[in-house]
């Protein structure tokens, strides 16, 4: 094996996790509100797609600024990659330091419930169906990972299941949780405290707090200790 492939892994600082929330320019809050007077809601959302994909510093400020118009509640420092997008923002309540990456798309519902702590980081490409969601503080949210809010009951058996009732369930996310790549959360599942969750499981039961679950479908595997190698989401 050559030198190259040999090398051990590296130990750094994590970024988003230990960084002080910034604080917003002194004028958004302002603009926040003409652009919630001017526009409206719906105005608000095709002024979104002008500023959804681009990468300047422009597009990044409209992108938190009409975030913030949006949303029930929304602190400081928030970040929003582009192609982030988002349905019924108005139920969401967004904590301080919290960053969401390219792509991302958070479902709400215009009677639901969307509660993000604080110093969340949520990674490019996730779903979060965010109908009945509440993600507590410092979770690390991977690239790719998803949450299923809801499934059809398919009942009765006679019409098309796509068309038969949807029942909404809670999804809960404890504080301190790493959800690895790609991984898929099931309706009416709490991830505990502390948690990891293992890249590409696929959750269907409660997780324990501060264990470590993966598989499909996800297993419990051991307790998290002070001397835990595993890697954490940034």
């Known amino acids: 094996m050559s030198a190259d492939f040999a090398r051990a892994a590296r130990v750094v600082a994590a970024v988003h996790g230990r960084q002080e929330t910034p604080a917003d320019p002194g004028y958004q809050a302002g603009l926040a509100d003409e652009l919630r007077q001017t526009y409206g809601q719906a105005g608000l959302i095709e002024l979104y797609g002008r500023f959804s994909a681009g990468d300047g510093f422009i597009d990044a400020l409209m992108r938190k600024t009409i975030w913030q118009s949006l949303a029930r509640r929304c602190g ?8 982030a997008c988002f349905k019924h923002a108005e139920t969401f309540e967004i904590g301080d330091g919290v960053f969401i990456g390219a792509q991302a798309y958070i479902q709400g519902r215009y009677d639901g419930t969307c509660i993000i702590g604080n110093n969340v980081w949520i990674g490019p490409q996730a779903f979060l169906d965010a109908r009945d969601l509440v993600m507590e503080d410092y979770v690390g949210w991977g690239p790719g990972a998803k949450i299923l809010g809801s499934s059809h009951t398919g009942i009765p058996i006679d019409v098309p299941i796509v068309r038969t009732d949807l029942e909404i369930k809670p999804v809960r996310i404890g504080a301190w949780a790493d959800i690895g790549t790609n991984v ?19 959750v269907v039961s409660d997780v324990e707090p501060f264990s470590v679950v993966a598989g499909v479908p996800a297993k ?4 998290r200790t002070d001397t835990d190698p595993t890697p954490a989401t940034p």
């Open 76 to 83: 400081a420092g928030l970040k929003v990659g582009s192609g």
């Open 220 to 223: 419990f595997l051991r307790w």
């Open 184 to 202: 898929t959360i099931l309706p009416g599942v709490t991830i505990g405290k502390g948690a990891i969750v293992g890249a590409g499981a696929v």
